[in-house]
């Protein structure tokens, strides 16, 4: 397993990575600087991959799984619900390839706002 760290003005959050295609892709394009996207309880950014959607992409994540949306090329890390959302649930807009989860508290990236830089990059273990 892998670990990244993603940064904002103002803070950082680690994650934990499972073995899937789609986080090797990942890992192999670190480290990746682009602007925050907020939509409801979930920033996303583009991080320039177009991986084929995997066995196992959903919609619907718990709060902190960090999601490649593959139609947008975007890492998406949703904290709570989005606009389509049924109550309290992380819905994304469309089903997503599943990465990992965060290693810290998921509303952490509520103080991420839209149009901030984000970084995302690897963490020697």
């Not at 920033?43 to 991959?49: A, I, K, Q, R, T």
């Amino acid at each position: 397993m892998s670990r990244i760290k993603i940064s904002w003005p103002g803070g950082a959050v680690t994650a934990t990575l499972r073995d899937t295609p789609s986080s090797a892709a990942l890992l192999a394009a670190l480290p990746v600087t682009a602007t925050a996207n907020t939509w409801g309880d979930e920033v996303y950014f583009d991080v320039g991959l177009r991986p084929e959607l995997e066995a196992g992409a959903r919609q619907v994540v718990d709060p902190g799984t960090v999601c490649l949306w593959v139609q947008g090329s975007s890492l998406a890390l949703p904290y709570g619900p989005t606009p389509i959302s049924e109550g309290d649930e992380c819905r994304l807009v469309t089903a997503v390839n599943v990465l990992g989860m965060l290693d810290d508290q998921p509303a952490r990236l509520a103080e991420i706002k839209s149009g901030d830089a984000i970084t995302v990059a690897r963490l020697d273990t």
